[in-house]
């Protein structure tokens, strides 16, 4: 998460910006809050997500910068309890936070996401009419949750080392 801009492009820090996507980090820059839709950077930076912010109606909020660079949008205005004290903070950075934290959130998440789409989808299409009235209902709920277990030669249950050989047999 990235609060900080400019308008000229910063050789270290596309650097950084691109050893941290080498390594699968997702990279969140706020737009900037003066209006218009000039560049900023690194928002614009390669590699870079640019974060401008909505207001409560989903449209860009007046302040913000909505260049190319903006890519997605979070709230603008968050409130923020601080010293017994209830604060309004309005921005391009308080979005950036927002889908930073969303950003981390459905990353921890995708896996029991996909997992339970996984096994819903397997009863839909090769389920009984049985099994699709006894598992489907409770699914689409969320409860029961579909799952993935597995243990792997070489790779146990890290799903992104199993590899796949294929060989003729006959």
């Not at 560049?39 to 260049?67: E, H, K, R």
């Amino acid at each position: 998460n990235l609060s900080l801009g400019g308008t000229e492009d910063s050789p270290l820090l596309d650097s950084v910006i691109a050893s941290i996507r080498s390594q699968g980090g997702l990279v969140l820059a706020a737009t900037g809050n003066t209006p218009g839709t000039a560049l900023t950077f690194p928002a614009a930076s390669p590699g870079a997500l640019g974060v401008t912010a909505v207001d409560s109606t989903g449209q860009p909020a007046t302040y913000a910068n909505t260049g190319p660079q903006a890519r997605l949008a979070g709230p603008g205005s968050t409130f923020i309890q601080f010293g017994g004290q209830t604060w309004l903070t309005q921005g391009t950075s308080g979005a950036t936070a927002w889908v930073s934290g969303l950003a981390a959130g459905w990353m921890s998440l995708s896996g029991v996401i996909n997992t339970h789409t996984i096994a819903a989808s397997l009863i839909v299409r090769e389920g009984s009419e049985e099994q699709k009235a006894r598992w489907l209902p409770g699914l689409a709920q969320g409860a029961p949750r579909g799952c993935l277990s597995l243990s792997e030669p070489d790779a146990g249950s890290d799903t992104r080392n199993i590899s796949c050989r294929a060989r003729r047999d006959g």
